[in-house]
């Protein structure tokens, strides 16, 4: 396995649209052990395709403190969202070290197509609702800072923009 570089803030590919995958075949799932692997090592609970450069409609997540609980979604859809809402503080690979509480709703029904490309359907509750729900968003080039206000998600971009050019100086 390998740990695979997480694309961050302000870079332009975290809003593509990722596409859905045609075959799960073994580079699939040899692609989805390798974000399981850079997820842990970040650590974080959740890692979208899109994050390591990958445009398809994958993403992995393990809420347990003890990393022995992997999902993979491959083609998700929410078939069923609870009108009944939850707040929780959010935090993303590609933005590191900023967080901020975001309300969404609290249970998630998803349909997607498991590491063998078998059709799964999972109730989700809590934590994982929320992972789920941000880790869908990545395939849709969205981002948690995208549900708080102009002010702040302007401030913080900004921030990773300034960081971003120090970077490139500093490799001149
Ligand atoms: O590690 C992560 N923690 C987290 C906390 C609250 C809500 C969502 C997340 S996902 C995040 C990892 C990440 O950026 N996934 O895309
Ligand atoms: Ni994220």
């Known amino acids: 396995m390998a740990v695979m570089d997480i694309v961050t803030l302000p870079d332009p590919i ?53 990393e022995n609980a992997p999902i993979c979604m491959i083609n998700p859809q929410i078939i069923l969202q609870s009108e009944e809402l939850n707040t929780h503080e959010e935090g993303c690979l590609s933005i590191p070290e900023y967080y901020a509480e975001v309300d969404r709703p609290k249970l998630v029904t998803m349909k997607f197509l498991d590491r063998f490309g078998k059709e799964q359907q999972l109730e989700l509750d809590g934590l994982d609702a929320t992972c789920a729900q941000h880790e869908f968003d990545h395939l849709n080039g969205a981002l948690f800072i995208d549900y708080i206000s102009k002010l702040r998600r302007d401030r913080v971009i900004k921030k990773f923009t300034k960081l971003a050019k120090q970077k490139d100086k500093s490799v001149l």
Not at 16 to 22: F, H, Y
Not at 23 to 28: A, M, P, S, Y
Not at 51 to 63: A, L, N, Y
């Open 14 to 66: 975290l809003r593509k649209q990722s596409l859905p995958v045609e075959r799960v075949d073994d580079d699939l799932r040899r692609l989805l052990d390798n974000m399981l692997e850079t997820m842990y090592k970040a650590p974080g609970i959740g890692l979208a395709g899109i994050q390591v450069g990958v445009d398809r409609r994958i993403f992995v997540m393990d809420t347990s403190r003890e």
